[in-house]
């Protein structure tokens, strides 16, 4: 079989077992299979011993130690700490609330590294008080889905541990290059978020109070250590990103038995639990992707699509524009975590011929992802927000346009400038 064909079995097939509504994990697996068995050539055991191999890496157990850390945080209800302390900070502007909901989010993504994580966590605590306050309710969820895409920006990332595994790169590297982008598009966010409510007359919540402001710093520090702790760590050459996550994991175990005292020691398990079911999903799909990637470079299919992109241009920029429109469709179909480990094996041996800066085209990879939590019909926040304020899916689209649109400018604004993502890694490791 010719690589040609390789390529349209392998993504023919994925794409029926997907319309067929086969977990992605699986689907990737069945489509491995088949292809194998239609080469002929190549056999079952070799692809079952990649997945295997593949799983024995030491940056790859900072994954469940950072998604073991989130569970710790969310259950101490260090969320509510977090967006009191977001509130007293910001709340005094018009529209104080949702600068709050935004800047709790960047609070929390540095934290637990998960978007869909961030809805549930901030979204439970203010999209009812929003509404309460005379926030439209549409607008308190909306404000809430489109700023918790920061979490897998701002380091530290789940997705950013995969990239850098996938493809080689220094995962402390691509923390780095997550700090601006992450800082900006949640400026972009706080600004739309004012002139929609000056429009709309959703004043300000509270007045700015300097004593409140130091309580409510005091209450929610313990939480907000943790990113310290780990980025001081990794940044000042202390520790790895996986002994981080580790370190991560013990200090939120301290924080929830120690300081915060919740959850009790008989619903523990059922966090860590709850963090094995995630990560085992994770896993598994990491695993099933490497036998895909596998087969696809027997066959020489990313050498066959990287000479397809170069027939097109060899511009670095348009290909940068086209991975933007790539993943906006891709992320239409398959979770940010599923379509980065499809894409990471095809488009990253491209943007290396481009001469496109690993740590610059991984951040906006990933950014570009990350609006795949905010479209239907796979929308991880999307669900989450829209199940959280009883507001049916169908009713949220229009009004999610403008934020979704400051999410792409994003994607523009780091292609067309790669010095937003490369001025902290340049700093630190240059």
């Known amino acids: 079989m010719t690589p040609e064909m390789s390529a349209i079995v392998m993504f023919a097939v994925f794409a029926v077992l997907l319309l067929l509504k086969i977990p992605i994990a699986f689907a990737l697996g069945l489509t491995t299979l088949i292809t194998v068995f239609a080469i002929g050539r190549l056999t079952p055991m070799v692809v079952a011993q990649r997945m295997v191999t593949s799983m024995e890496s030491y940056a790859l157990l900072a994954i469940p130690l950072f998604i073991l850390t989130g569970e710790l945080i969310v259950a101490s209800g260090a969320g509510k700490r977090l967006v009191r302390f977001a509130n007293a900070l910001v709340g005094h502007i018009t529209g104080g609330l949702a600068h709050a909901n935004i800047v709790a989010s960047m609070f ?38 489109t700023s918790s895409p920061i979490g897998i920006i701002i380091p530290p990332s789940i997705a950013m541990v995969i990239f850098g595994w996938m493809a080689g790169v220094p995962i402390p590297q691509l923390f780095a290059g997550g700090f601006v982008p992450g800082f900006l598009v949640g400026v972009m966010l706080m600004l739309l978020s004012y002139v929609l409510s ?14 409140e402001l130091r309580l409510a710093f005091i209450d929610a520090l313990p939480a907000l250590s943790l990113p310290v702790i780990i980025l001081g760590g990794i940044f000042g050459g202390v ?54 990637a596998w087969v696809m470079t027997m066959q020489r299919v990313p050498v066959h699509l990287s000479q397809f992109f170069l027939s097109l241009s060899t511009d670095p920029l348009v290909f940068l524009f086209s991975v933007i429109l790539i993943a906006l469709i891709i992320g239409l179909f398959l979770p940010p975590t599923a379509a980065l480990v499809v894409l990471v094996p095809i488009l990253y041996p491209v943007s290396q011929l481009m001469g496109v800066n690993p740590v610059h085209f991984g951040v906006l990879l990933i950014a570009a992802l990350g609006m795949g939590h905010v479209t239907p019909p796979v929308g991880l926040c999307l669900y989450v927000g829209s199940s959280i304020s009883g507001i049916p899916i169908s009713r949220l689209v229009r009004p999610i346009l403008p934020f979704f649109g400051i999410l792409l400018l994003l994607c523009i604004l780091i292609a067309l400038f790669p010095q937003i993502v490369l001025i902290v890694p340049r700093l630190f490791y240059s």
Request: glycine letters at 10%; aromatic letters at 8%; hydrophobic letters at 50%.
């Open 239 to 292: 520790f790895t990103a996986t002994e981080a996550a580790a370190v991560a994991a013990v200090a939120g175990l301290v924080i929830c038995l120690v300081v915060y005292r919740q959850p009790n020691i008989g619903k523990l398990a059922k966090v860590f639990i709850k963090a094995a079911k995630t990560s085992g999903g994770i896993m598994l799909l990491i695993a099933m992707t490497q036998g895909f």
């Open 198 to 211: 000056k429009r709309r007359k959703y004043g300000v919540s509270r007045k700015f109070s300097l004593r």
């Open 108 to 145: 929390f993504g540095g934290i637990s590294g998960a978007a869909s994580a961030d809805t549930a966590a901030i979204g439970s605590i203010l999209i009812p008080t929003m509404s309460e306050a005379g926030y439209s309710k549409t607008f308190a969820t909306v404000v809430t889905i």
